[in-house]
Nanobody, 118 residues
Framework: QVQLVESGGGLVQPGGSLRLSCAAS????????MGWYRQAPGKQRELVAF??????NYADSVKGRFTISRDNAKNTVYLQMNALKPEDTAVYYC?????????????WGQGTQVTVSA
């Protein structure tokens, strides 16, 4: 059984930075794809960043400010968020597609709140 545990959210002033982490544990696996999504109050969940072995994509609203990365040794996915704006306020969810044996499975983190406010 695979578990994803997110951390790193919180309250930050506009212009500040946060780094979100998403640690995967459990069965033996490899990360095939990873991503971060967010959902603001009253809005639909939206893609923030997505990375596969060949491509990395960012929402236009975060390009140049956010960076998705991973540490294979720690099975952890990160989202570095710089120059944060009030409109970045949302619950952030990590997503991973794992290769377990010969099958792919999708997993979501529990969500972490990011609030950007003065």
């Amino acid at each position: 059984q695979v578990q994803l545990v997110e951390s790193g959210g919180g309250l930050v002033q506009p212009g500040g930075s946060l780094r979100l982490s998403c640690a995967a544990s459990g069965s033996s696996f490899s990360i095939n794809a990873m991503g971060w999504y967010r959902q603001a109050p009253g809005k639909q969940r939206e893609l923030v960043a997505f990375r596969t072995s060949g491509n990395t994509n960012y929402a236009d609203s975060v390009k140049g400010r956010f960076t998705i990365s991973r540490d294979n040794a720690k099975n952890t996915v990160y989202l570095q968020m710089n120059a944060l704006k009030p409109e970045d306020t949302a619950v952030y969810y990590c997503y991973v597609r794992l290769l377990i044996g010969i099958s792919y499975s999708d997993y979501w983190g529990q969500g972490t709140q990011v609030t950007v406010s003065a």
